[in-house]
């Protein structure tokens, strides 16, 4: 079946502007995670969201970055007045709780996203 | 700080040798998991241990954990050229569940 997408796959902006990343999981997957990878560098855990529940917004950087997800399907991560800072590539994953309450998370290919 | 960090930051060696990383993480979990990315795009699951095992196979794959030192190991056996990639161990700390701590990664290269 179709795994998790992400569009757009480049993004490039200007210093200021607001951008929106988009993420479908795959679906019946409850679970859903947002990551920044700045170059040659690790995943910065952003926010996850699980069914119902409040998200865990814990590793969102500052007030400019906010991320929805309708039900248990679409997410949407936004970045207001983007600086150059924000320059990674933003990987989404989803992943089926189990037995346990992390599983293996199936992750998208990622939006470059480019502040000029 | 990240909870997994990886050891060594690259490495590189011939096709054919073994290639060993290590994972080791600060607090008690309930699983490791390693991640495979290639070109900074998507990461892809290899294989997830848990707290109650110390090693697990797959394929060309060894994962080995030592809850007492906090620690975890992947070796790929035979290398290939296409296991270029960077290598990434991902930690479960059971007190935030669903929520991953990845480490900054082992940038392998295998030379043809």
């Known amino acids: 079946g179709a795994g998790v997408s992400q569009s757009p796959s480049n993004k490039v902006t200007e210093k200021g502007k607001d951008v929106e990343l988009r993420c479908d999981p795959i679906?019946?997957?409850?679970?859903l995670y947002w990551y920044r990878q700045r170059l040659g560098q690790g995943l910065e855990f952003l926010i996850y969201f699980q069914g119902n529940s409040a998200p865990d917004k814990s590793g969102l950087p500052s007030d400019r970055f906010s991320a929805e997800r309708t039900g248990e399907s679409v997410s949407t991560l936004t970045i207001q007045r983007t600086q150059q800072e924000d320059s990674a590539v933003y990987l989404c994953?989803?992943?089926?709780?189990?037995?346990?309450?992390?599983?293996?998370?199936?992750f998208g290919p990622g939006t470059r996203l480019t502040v000029l | 700080s990240q909870q997994g960090e990886e050891d060594p930051q690259a490495l590189s060696i011939q096709e054919g040798e073994n290639a060993t990383m290590n994972c080791s993480y600060k607090t008690s979990i309930n699983n490791l998991q390693w991640y495979r990315q290639n070109s900074g795009r998507g990461l892809v699951h290899l294989i997830l241990?848990?707290?109650?095992?110390r090693e697990k196979h797959s394929g060309r794959l060894r994962v080995t954990l030592d809850t007492s030192k906090k620690s975890s190991s992947l070796l790929i056996t035979a290398s290939r050229a296409a296991d270029t990639a960077s290598y990434f161990c991902a930690t479960d700390a059971g007190t935030n569940a669903g929520k991953s701590t990845f480490g900054d990664g082992t940038t392998l290269t295998v030379k043809p």
């Open positions: 994953a989803s992943s089926s709780p189990g037995e346990r309450p992390t599983d293996t998370q199936y």
């Open positions: 241990i848990r707290s109650n095992e």
């Open positions: 679906s019946g997957h409850t679970a």
